[in-house]
């Protein structure tokens, strides 16, 4: 082995380097964490000064555990991990020390634990979505999911007790799967796709459309910009101006401040887009989530608890011996 590469073989195996590594990461993530993942752009422009918001956008800390940063670190100490195992195994093997196979197994389950954890990072799917009694939503280009009905049912104390909806799925224009009742507990199984109960309740939406024609729905809470002017869905108010006795309260932001509030009805426009339909319906929130890296990472938890009992085995054999 050359010197430039026994150096480098050297310093990759070296737990000073895995202790860092370790560090780097656990300070990253605690501070990613912090930062709300997953929004918009524009909730960031509103929540966190410009140039603070510009910083976590192009260090990616808007979804750090899929950043380049977390990615590069996790790989860099994958690499590390898997070069102690390649040594320590061929000192296990070359007959030099007592074999001790625990440890030896906890590293393998730790590289197949990264393992997953990076195809869920990078191939992980999740939607989360509101659908009222009669709507429908299209599943992975495969699937149509068609909610029937909703229940909301709660304790003598108000309390809520279960939530259910009653759905449909079709595939290619078949039906697959008839009225199942999918709860808290009780998720729908299709296929690699797993869709979850998460909420329930009202939720108040309203649609934007484009110059160009382009509908975007929008609902309560929801940060969006138009051009270079960050708004805010702030709520549904009672008003007597519009034909359906409701209007869209919209609050204009700009570093960090609301700056200006309107409620507009059916047919206004705000920032050169047209205020649809403004309604306010019963609905049940659905998760969806596609995880292929679930298996490796169960996997690789049973090999690491049964590399820890192993070792824990070994040291009670040595000590009685």
């Not at 590594?21 to 990613?32: E, F, G, M, R």
């Not at 007592?98 to 389950?109: A, K, M, N, S, T």
């Not at 049912?153 to 009225?179: A, C, M, N, Q």
């Amino acid at each position: 082995m050359g010197t430039t590469t026994q150096r480098l073989y050297s310093f990759l195996k070296s737990a000073r380097l895995a202790v860092v590594l370790l560090i780097i990461i656990a300070v990253a993530s605690i501070v990613a964490t912090l930062i709300p993942q997953g929004r918009e752009a524009a909730f960031y422009y509103a929540t966190y000064p410009g140039i603070l918001a510009s910083t976590v956008l192009a260090l990616q800390f808007d979804s750090f555990f899929s950043s380049t940063l977390f990615v590069a670190t996790i790989l860099l100490f994958t690499l590390s991990l898997a070069v102690c195992a390649f040594d320590r195994i061929a000192r296990e093997l070359s007959g030099r020390r007592r074999r001790r196979f625990g440890p030896d197994l906890i590293h393998v389950g730790l590289l197949v634990l990264i393992a997953g954890g990076l195809v869920t990072s990078f191939a992980r799917r999740e939607a989360f979505f509101y659908l009222a009694a009669g709507e429908e939503i299209r599943l992975a280009d495969r699937y149509v999911l068609h909610l029937n009905s909703f229940e909301f049912h709660t304790y003598e104390t108000g309390r809520p007790k279960d939530w259910i909806s009653t759905v449909d799925v079709f595939e290619d224009g078949e039906l697959v799967v008839d009225d199942f009742p999918i709860e808290v507990n009780n998720p729908l199984a299709l296929g690699p796709i797993d869709v979850y109960q998460t909420s329930y309740g009202n939720r108040a939406r309203t649609t934007l459309t484009a110059p160009s024609g382009a509908v975007e729905r929008i609902e309560v809470g929801k940060f969006f910009r138009l051009g270079d002017e960050v708004y805010l869905f702030a709520n549904v108010r009672n008003d007597s101006r519009f034909s359906s006795g409701l209007g869209a309260e919209f609050e204009r932001w700009d570093d960090r401040k609301v700056v200006a509030r309107r409620v507009l009805g059916p047919g206004e426009k705000i920032g050169g887009y047209t205020v649809g339909v403004v309604e306010v319906r019963e609905v049940t929130g659905l998760r969806a989530v596609q995880d292929p890296g679930y298996l490796p990472v169960l996997i690789g938890f049973i090999l690491c608890m049964v590399g820890l009992v192993l070792t824990y085995a070994q040291k009670i054999g040595d000590k009685e011996i």
